[in-house]
């Protein structure tokens, strides 16, 4: 067995209704804290959905500074002005609250708040020098697995996004509250869903620092997501999909932050930088034609990802197996209903080639693929999802 070093998060709370009683779960875990800042997105603290955990905070004394204007793909801009809100409040602990962005900014408040650096010179991998806030992760939605990664996104110019990626990141605490999921549009609960899918099926094929426990995590992760997807999206109220859902997101996230993302999400980056789709929905519009150009080089994971996916469907040699699966993830996603194609999206032809050439830039990713991504291949499994 290769050598291989895996991190996560120490401590991870699974409980439906946890955010009612959030004050008292941080009391238990900090208890002589003070000042909490929590990161959430103005959608959510408007909505309501926060007040029972504010209120609880507020029973357990806690004097909470409130974060609500993060927006997807956070720009840098908002990173920094978040952060000196965040200072001038004298936080001691900070909490994201949402979707992946929340978190993502939490995340570098808690590093840029007690630490000396610039964020530019946090950009890249293991760049991160020093020690962080106290840092806790609560998600809304199940795609990134944000709560338990130690990678941080940032849009960093009009089309541009770069990544910061640390141990430093991993949060002291996750806190899973299926509760917060209830309800999430059936497009949001698709991408997202797909999303984690993606952490998963990456992590199982990535050409570097791949391990028996992320792939543990990653096959649980697609036993999960792949069931319950389409149950979450046809009745947002289901409670017991939506857990499997966020449960098998998290163990996505655990996987992939220890064996990295490849192609599709360096494919996918030009399209939500430069026409602001989603991120989950940009994994999806490439992930079948990234898988069919792997196929070459990963068949033989692909097909061990199929028995997991369709347990006694998938039959006959790797290849087969593969072509299963592929075939299986393009009906699940025709049955959520999400744009399919580029063009659906505002992509049109003349775009490909900048697209291509924008995805070569992302070679943190890249150098993780099963097989080698040159730009006239960017180009042709662009043209193929258009």
């Not at 389409?230 to 859902?245: K, S």
């Amino acid at each position: 067995m290769n050598a291989f070093r895996f991190q996560t998060v120490p401590t991870v709370v699974v409980e439906f209704g946890a955010a009612r009683r959030l004050g008292a779960l941080l009391r238990e875990h900090f208890p002589c804290g003070k000042r909490l800042c929590v990161v959430t997105d103005g959608f959510l603290h408007k909505s309501g959905l926060l007040a029972p955990a504010l209120a609880d905070l507020a029973r357990h004394d806690w004097q909470v500074s409130v974060i609500d204007d993060v927006i997807a793909d956070p720009p840098e801009h908002v990173v920094l002005e978040a952060a000196e809100r965040a200072r001038a409040a004298h936080a001691e602990i900070v909490l994201g609250l949402g979707g992946g962005s929340s978190m993502d900014v939490a995340k570098l408040l808690a590093v840029l708040l007690p630490g000396t650096q610039s964020i530019k010179e946090m950009y890249g991998v293991k760049k991160v020098t020093g020690t962080r806030l106290p840092l806790v992760q609560m998600p809304t939605t199940a795609g990134t697995g944000s709560e338990v990664t130690a990678v941080s996104i940032v849009t960093t110019g009009e089309t541009t996004k770069m990544g910061v990626v640390a141990p430093q990141l991993f949060a002291d605490l996750a806190i899973l509250d299926a509760e917060l999921t209830l309800g999430l549009p059936r497009a949001a609960t698709a991408a997202t869903g797909i999303d984690a899918m993606v952490h998963a099926i990456e992590a199982y094929t990535s050409a570097h620092l791949k391990n028996p426990i992320s792939d543990m995590l990653a096959v649980k992760a697609l036993e999960l997501l792949s069931r319950n997807l389409l149950p979450a999206c046809n009745d947002g109220n289901n409670r017991d999909a939506r857990e499997a859902m966020l449960l098998g997101a998290m163990f996505a996230g655990q996987s992939f932050t220890n064996s990295p993302v490849a192609a599709v999400h360096a494919l996918a980056y030009p399209i939500g930088g430069i026409f602001h789709v989603a991120h989950g929905l940009s994994n999806a519009l490439v992930l079948s034609h990234v898988m069919r150009f792997n196929a070459p080089a990963a068949c033989k994971l692909y097909a061990e990802l199929a028995d997991v996916i369709l347990p006694g469907k998938a039959s006959g040699s790797d290849e087969a197996r593969t072509d299963a699966l592929i075939r299986h993830i393009e009906s699940m996603i025709v049955e959520t209903a999400i744009p399919r194609t580029l063009r659906e999206v505002g992509v049109k032809q003349d775009d490909i080639a900048r697209m291509a050439s924008d995805a070569m830039l992302q070679t943190r990713l890249l150098v993780n693929n099963p097989r080698e991504v040159s730009e006239a291949d960017a180009f042709a499994i662009y043209s193929a999802a258009y």
